[in-house]
């Protein structure tokens, strides 16, 4: 069966250099912004300044008096779109404001500077109505979404809850809230727009072109063939480019108006928080319920989260508590309240992250309750099948990451007792945690091997690289797939010129592009054998593998943190971070530890910095910069120690490999606000943990 079929080439587990790494440092990777155009216009949008009601007047006199000024587009004169389902993109359609921040129309003009300028100098009159722009645990219109992000379902139920609470001889009943999050890539989203003769060319900073490409032609009702995106290169992506967003849509409705000259959109740091997506505030009540011996007897996840009033976004915040531990009964549940906001997105693990930030802070104060050791409690709930599909796993070794992590870190002597150890000024304490994702498989995706002579091969698929090392890895891939060295692969990605390829989402991107590039290789050599003919070629698609019908396939890791405390000011300082993964087998070791670092430092920045905090009164985030929302610096992360166990698994795909793009998050907060806790012995349950709330 070509799902179990291993290559032996080498080229993959080989710790290669980015390929790319030299033009990135050199500064000749182009990235959106920076591809070359000629006699580009920019763009600087107009965003409403009420979080709901209509516009009722717009007076651009002053702006257009301005030299270097060509247009100001709003909802008067800009052209229709074709589908104005999705309201999200709808943008520029009528008079309609229904969140701060919005989109109401947008100045283009020769430079930058006067395109910004101008801007401030439109003035806008409205209709304000009220607005509802906070999350509350007591709003009387929360509803039961018809299905989650991902299309998993709502609320699940097994076995009879209620009972084994009342029944169990130890609970815990308590409540954890995650705020709300912004992506913020070091690259904001970014277009440049062309129309040319009814064809329009974007440079985009995405997650995936051909999803680009797809939207985009639909909501201007255009043939596909004749939209382009390019994105070679992307600085960095965690799911707010996963879909094209209201800027891509604006950045193609410019440059529609001015036929023939490319329209630049690049959109402030500032404007990163708002229309781009973001990660839902959530509120958490997690029951358990235990025996004597600390099995697990019930497990109650209950959710409740924002959406916007124009789309929805379902989070799907308890699925991995579905399956990741045993117990008789369980029960999951998600509520949603629609605001006046932006719609909420993917951001890196959307679900998993915050939801197992809960899970396992629940879990670390459950074996206190039991009196077991954190790690010893989790391996007594480690479950024989996956509790959700009734499947076995294709592998699971969370037990073997604990152990390893255990002794990696040095866990053997640790006195459990909270507050127990002190140096200095620092309390010191330690924490762990356990860590899933799933393996993603998106449908559709298709590759090209082309032999073009001497020995060299072409591998063309439109997958993006958002830095995370794709570039690097498909090559070695490509290299095994094939049965020939790195250096015979011409590479091509990141373009809708080359075969679809699905979203680098879901950490799924290795999975079903290398999948495509496996099926592509062995149809070759079926049809022209190991002595091909100069420009002899073979498209095929990612197949589907029959073993998802056999098997739950997840990756999983274990996190062990410890945590310093300084006894007067509260400041938390971390530092060394553990991570063990089981992963299936590791495509590129440098790249992959990048990852998992990566992962790893956000999920630290989960647990101590970072919170996008909403002024009620007005609709939008407060603190939309860097100065006021922290994303870790080197001087906030310590020594992270990151390896990984040797796990064969021959179910998943071609490569072995399970997505790590996202896992290195999951349950990383956890570990976190455990070690402060143990420091401590103070229970914070809201994320993020600043001194405030240690202090109380
Ligand atoms: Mo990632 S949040 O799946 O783009």
């Known amino acids: 069966m070509s799902t179990t079929t291993r290559t032996t080439g080498g080229a993959i587990g080989a710790s290669l250099d980015r390929i790319d790494g030299p033009q990135k440092v050199t500064g000749t990777a182009p990235y959106a912004y920076e591809h070359h155009v000629d006699n580009p216009l920019y763009l600087f949008p107009i965003r409403s300044e009420i979080a709901r009601g209509r516009v009722t007047g717009i007076d651009a006199s002053a702006a257009e008096a301005l030299p270097g000024m060509v247009t100001v587009i709003t909802h008067e004169n800009a052209p ?238 308890a699925v991995a508590t579905r399956s990741l531990y045993a117990t008789q009964s369980r029960r999951t549940t998600h509520r949603l309240a629609a605001l006046d906001v932006p719609v909420p997105s993917w951001m890196r693990a959307p679900g998993e992250a915050p939801g197992m930030y809960a899970l396992e802070a629940a879990m670390d104060e459950m074996a206190i309750a039991c009196n077991l050791d954190p790690i010893e409690f989790r391996i007594r709930n480690e479950p024989e099948i996956d509790a959700e599909t009734g499947l076995p796993y294709s592998s699971r070794n969370l037990v073997a990451c604990l152990r390893e992590g255990a002794k990696r870190f040095g866990w053997k002597d640790r006195d459990p007792s909270p507050r127990a150890r002190q140096e200095g000024r620092w309390l010191v304490g330690t924490g762990v945690a356990s860590s899933t994702y799933p393996v993603f498989r998106l449908p559709g995706s298709r590759a090209t091997i082309r032999y073009e002579g001497d020995g060299r091969y072409a591998v063309e698929i439109g997958a993006a690289d958002i830095g995370t090392g794709a570039w690097t890895a498909l090559i070695q891939i490509s290299a095994d797939a094939i049965g020939v060295s790195i250096e015979d692969i011409n590479l091509r990605i990141g373009d809708t010129t080359f075969p679809f390829a699905s979203v680098a989402g879901g950490s799924s991107g290795i999975t079903v592009w290398g999948s495509a590039i496996f099926e592509a290789a062995r149809v070759f050599r079926e049809r022209h054998g190991e002595n091909p003919s100069e420009g002899d070629e073979v498209q095929a698609r990612t197949p589907d593998n029959p073993e998802t019908e056999n098997y739950a396939m997840h990756a999983f890791g274990a996190y062990f943190v410890e945590a310093r405390v300084d006894v007067d000011t509260c400041e938390v300082r971390v530092p060394r971070m553990a991570g063990v993964f089981a992963v299936g087998r590791i495509i590129n070791a440098k790249t992959a530890r990048s990852q998992f670092i990566g992962g790893m430092t956000m999920g630290l920045s989960m647990a101590l910095h970072e919170e996008s905090l909403v002024d009620g009164r007005f609709g939008h985030v407060v603190n939309h910069d860097f100065a006021e929302y922290h994303i870790p610096t080197n001087a906030d992360v310590g020594t992270m120690d990151i390896s990984w166990i040797d796990e064969d698994d021959p179910y998943v795909n071609p490569m072995g490999s399970k997505g790590i793009g996202e896992i290195g998050i999951v349950g990383s907060a956890a570990a976190v606000a455990n070690a402060v806790h143990h420091a401590t012995g103070v229970r914070v349950r809201d994320l993020p943990i600043t001194p405030d709330k240690l202090l109380r």
Do not use: C
């Not at 020769?110 to 509802?132: I, K």
């Not at 036929?259 to 029951?287: D, N, S």
């Open 80 to 317: 229709q779109l074709a589908d104005t389902s999705d309201r999200e993109l709808a943008i520029l359609q009528s008079d309609e404001v229904a969140f701060r921040g919005q989109y109401i129309g947008a100045v283009i003009a020769e430079t930058f500077e006067v395109a910004r300028h101008a801007a401030g100098l439109v003035e806008v009159s409205y209709d304000e109505e009220p607005h509802e722009a906070e999350l509350r645990e007591n709003d009387s219109d929360l509803y039961t979404p018809e299905q989650l992000n991902a299309g998993f379902p709502t609320d699940t139920e097994e076995g009879d809850v209620d009972e084994a609470f009342s029944s169990a001889a130890v609970t815990l009943d308590e409540r954890y809230t995650t705020p709300m999050e912004h992506n913020n890539p070091m690259e904001p989203h970014t277009t440049i727009a062309l129309w040319e003769t009814g064809n329009l060319t974007l440079y985009e900073s995405t997650q995936g072109a051909h999803p680009v490409q797809r939207t985009v032609a639909q909501v201007f009702g255009l043939d596909r063939n004749r939209v382009r995106v390019v994105a070679p290169y992307v600085g960095g992506g965690f799911g707010s480019k996963g879909l094209p967003h209201a800027n891509t849509i604006l950045a193609a409705l410019a440059a529609r108006m001015i036929e023939g000259r490319p329209v630049k959109f690049a959109l402030t740091r500032q404007q990163m928080f708002t229309g781009v997506g973001y990660r839902t505030p959530t509120i958490q009540r997690i029951q358990l319920g235990a025996d004597e011996e600390g099995h697990l007897t019930a497990i109650d996840h209950d959710v409740i989260e924002q959406t916007s009033k124009i789309k929805e976004f379902a989070e799907q915040t």
